[in-house]
């Protein structure tokens, strides 16, 4: 079976890092992604809302260098998030982030020099 994502696309929020109570590191990453539909005179751009998650040692570096309007390449595999809210049941679907590369960089960014722009989470490598 196959389980796999690749998007690019621009942060729409700054990402949220927070802790596991176990003090595990996880980053929430809004993205947005864009593309052309239609045909002839009838072209319209079409834009999708992605939630991805990243995590550990990659959770950390996307919420040191990324900021809400950055353009990133996010590879990783899907997972859907089931709970309640009163009573009733919910789900999302989420990528669960394995590599995430940053394709543009502002003036003045720095950028880990290890990385060379793609950030890998340690356990995809």
């Known amino acids: ?10 942060l729409t929020r700054d990402p949220e890092l927070r802790y596991t109570p176990k003090g595990t590191p ?5 993205l947005a992604t864009n ?4 045909s002839g005179e ?3 751009e079409r834009t999708e809302f992605h939630d991805v998650t990243a995590w550990d040692t990659l959770a950390e570096t ?3 260098y990324l900021a809400k309007g950055r ?3 996010v590879e990783g595999r899907l997972h859907t998030e089931r709970w309640e809210r009163d009573a009733v049941p919910q789900r999302r679907t989420v990528i669960v982030a394995g590599t995430v590369r940053f394709l543009d960089r502002p003036e003045g960014t720095p950028i880990p ?4 722009d793609a950030v890998t989470s340690d356990a995809e490598r």
Request: charged letters at 20%.
């Open 1 to 10: 079976m196959l389980n796999r994502a690749e998007v690019i696309g621009r």
């Open 26 to 30: 996880v980053c929430h990453l809004a």
């Open 35 to 38: 593309e052309m539909v239609g």
């Open 42 to 44: 009838h072209r319209e």
């Open 62 to 64: 996307c919420a040191q």
């Open 71 to 73: 353009l990133i390449f």
């Open 113 to 116: 020099a290890d990385t060379a």
